[in-house]
């Protein structure tokens, strides 16, 4: 085992119980809080295999941009700070989420374990540098890097069509 | 050298542990965490693709003696990783707006709460935007 499967070992046992954590947790504040943690030890996991610009994509955008927002729409409808049990499903439709969670995860790491799973690879740490990922951005992904700004953009201006204050004036 | 067994059964837990958080949450915000979780399992995939070599798993078993093949075509798993981040960017930010609009008209954001639409609903108003914010339904 070498250092780096060490360390990837380490981070995914951190994101996969963080990540259980904050599924099943009473408090919602604190399931909020407990993605940040998943999300950021991916971002671990991301380095070690190599992808340097896609872990800093990710602390930006899901750890700073879209917590910040889930954690403003909590604080908007007036999520109950102590724990609440209302926050999740009855019992039966517990269990049975829990049996199809499980039967996704069998299902998933069962196929790409026949696929993949007696292979190792050699982490090429320059391969996710920002020059290499932007000449491939720019270049030939450039038309979907286009498309993508656009569909910022609509999803910027349907977000505030939705809410927008309808109180006629 | 890292053996694949760990990046594929770190994206199948988090697709479960996604799917769990799916069905089992009845918070509306709560749901949309679960979703998150699902789309990194996604990009875990993406990102592992993308440190195979040139030829992909091929190339692993057998290295390619064809090198028109390019010095990289995985790179993309990187770009795409990249992509799908900005479109789970935009998805919640527009969930999260049906959320408060939700709100907004039903005074809550229990998602068993809300078995109508529209008229059929007791709750029902021509424009949810308008008159107060409400206060949280006490349960």
Same mark, same amino acid.
């Given at each position: 085992m070498s250092g780096q499967e060490i360390l990837f070992g380490a981070l995914a046992?951190?994101?996969?119980?963080?990540?259980?954590?904050?599924?099943?947790?009473?408090?919602?504040?604190?399931?909020?809080?407990?993605?940040?943690?998943?999300?950021?030890?991916?971002?671990?996991?991301?380095l070690v295999l190599g992808a340097e610009v896609v872990a800093l994509v990710q602390l930006l955008v899901y750890v700073g941009a879209v917590v910040v927002l889930v954690l403003f729409a909590l604080m908007l409808t007036r999520a109950p700070i102590s724990p609440s049990?209302?926050?999740?499903?009855?019992?039966?439709?517990?269990?049975?989420?829990?049996?199809?969670?499980?039967?996704?995860?069998g299902v998933v790491g069962g196929a790409l374990m026949i696929a993949v799973g007696d292979t190792a690879i050699q982490v090429d740490a320059g391969r996710g540098a920002p020059r290499p990922i932007a000449t491939a951005i720019f270049g030939g992904w450039v038309l979907p890097f286009e498309i993508l700004s656009v569909l910022l953009l609509a999803a910027l201006i349907a977000a505030l069509a939705v809410t927008r204050d309808r109180t006629p004036r | 050298m890292i053996h694949l067994v760990g990046p594929? @059964?770190? /994206?199948? &837990? #988090?697709?479960?542990? *996604?799917?769990?958080? !799916? =069905?089992?949450?009845?918070?509306a915000v709560l749901v949309l965490i679960g979703a998150e979780l699902l789309l990194n399992?996604?990009?875990?995939?993406? @990102?592992? /693709?993308? &440190? #195979?070599?040139?030829? *992909?798993?091929?190339? !692993? =078993?057998?290295p390619p003696t064809d090198t028109t093949l390019g010095a990289d075509p995985l790179l993309p798993g990187q770009v795409m990783t990249i992509f799908v981040i900005t479109i789970a960017a935009a998805e919640i930010g527009v969930a999260l707006a049906i959320v408060l609009l939700l709100f907004r008209a039903r005074a809550t954001s229990d998602l068993t709460a809300v078995r109508e639409?529209?008229?059929?609903?007791?709750?029902?108003?021509?424009t949810p935007g308008a008159g107060e914010w409400p206060e949280r339904v006490t349960t």
């Open positions: 046992v951190l994101a996969v119980a963080s990540g259980l954590i904050a599924v099943t947790g009473t408090r919602v504040v604190h399931c909020a809080l407990w993605l940040v943690v998943s999300l950021g030890s991916l971002a671990g996991v991301y049990r209302r926050l999740d499903a009855p019992p039966a439709q517990r269990i049975a989420a829990a049996v199809v969670g499980v039967a996704v995860a | 594929v @059964v770190l /994206a199948a &837990a #988090l697709a479960g542990i *996604g799917i769990y958080g !799916l =069905l089992a949450r009845r918070n399992a996604v990009n875990v995939l993406l @990102v592992t /693709a993308s &440190a #195979l070599p040139a030829g *992909g798993l091929a190339a !692993l =078993l057998q639409l529209g008229e059929a609903s007791a709750t029902y108003t021509e």
